[in-house]
């Protein structure tokens, strides 16, 4: 029933419940909340940082999940625009290469403790423009899981794609979400939907 909508892609052991938490700290009247479940708690097997073809076909069963969402919002009447999209950990992750092979004029996407897919060498022969689309990446400098570098690229990336993107590194921060993302996240949605 909303005039927008929120995509929220849980991590590793995590479930819909888990995301939609979140839903309570961004809220907005126009805001519907969706999130997908991923087969057995996991979205892909490995590390996000594994050759592609050890994870699938979980990344590419992950990303149509997402891209059925996104036309189902839309069969409804929401604009690309309108909507937004949030991940944490291996759900930031599958956000992020979801955005960079599906690349639109969205709402706005939050990239929490992730990045796009694939080991160092990945070719990264992106096609299409997110033509402006506000894209935020915060992460720790130290995280176990996500190495800096490849916050960076992604970043890099999404630039190149003409996204509006804001990086956050968060020196010693553990593998969490913390309000002054929360904070990027809820102002983002009220610019947006303003």
């Given at each position: 029933e909303g005039k927008a909508a929120m995509i929220m892609?849980?991590?590793?052991?995590?479930a819909p419940a888990n995301i939609l938490e979140l839903a309570d700290h961004l809220p907005h009247p126009d805001l519907s909340y969706l999130a997908p479940a991923a087969a057995n708690h996991t979205w892909y097997p490995y590390s996000f940082l594994a050759p592609i073809p050890q994870n699938e076909p979980g990344i590419s069963s992950g990303i149509l999940t997402i891209k059925s969402l996104?036309?189902?919002?839309?069969e409804e009447?929401?604009?690309?625009?309108?909507?937004?999209?949030?991940g944490f950990s291996q759900g930031a992750c599958l956000t992020s290469e979801f955005l960079a092979r599906n690349p639109d004029t969205y709402g706005g996407a939050l990239i929490y403790s992730?990045?796009?897919?694939?080991?160092?060498?990945?070719?990264?022969?992106y096609e299409g423009s997110l033509?402006?689309?506000p894209i935020f990446l915060g992460c720790s400098d130290v995280d176990a899981h996500v190495p800096?570098?490849?916050?960076?690229?992604?970043?890099?990336?999404?630039?190149?794609?003409?996204?509006?993107?804001?990086?956050?590194?968060?020196?010693?921060?553990?593998?969490?979400?913390?309000?002054?993302?929360?904070?990027?996240?809820?102002?983002?949605?009220?610019?947006?939907?303003r």
């Amino acid at each position: 029933e909303g005039k927008a909508a929120m995509i929220m892609v849980h991590g590793r052991g995590a479930a819909p419940a888990n995301i939609l938490e979140l839903a309570d700290h961004l809220p907005h009247p126009d805001l519907s909340y969706l999130a997908p479940a991923a087969a057995n708690h996991t979205w892909y097997p490995y590390s996000f940082l594994a050759p592609i073809p050890q994870n699938e076909p979980g990344i590419s069963s992950g990303i149509l999940t997402i891209k059925s969402l996104v036309d189902k919002v839309k069969e409804e009447g929401i604009p690309s625009e309108k909507i937004f999209f949030l991940g944490f950990s291996q759900g930031a992750c599958l956000t992020s290469e979801f955005l960079a092979r599906n690349p639109d004029t969205y709402g706005g996407a939050l990239i929490y403790s992730g990045g796009v897919i694939g080991p160092e060498d990945t070719p990264r022969n992106y096609e299409g423009s997110l033509k402006g689309t506000p894209i935020f990446l915060g992460c720790s400098d130290v995280d176990a899981h996500v190495p800096k570098w490849r916050v960076d690229e992604s970043a890099e990336i999404f630039e190149k794609m003409e996204a509006d993107g804001t990086k956050r590194i968060y020196p010693g921060m553990p593998h969490t979400i913390i309000e002054d993302e929360i904070l990027f996240g809820k102002e983002m949605i009220e610019n947006r939907l303003r």
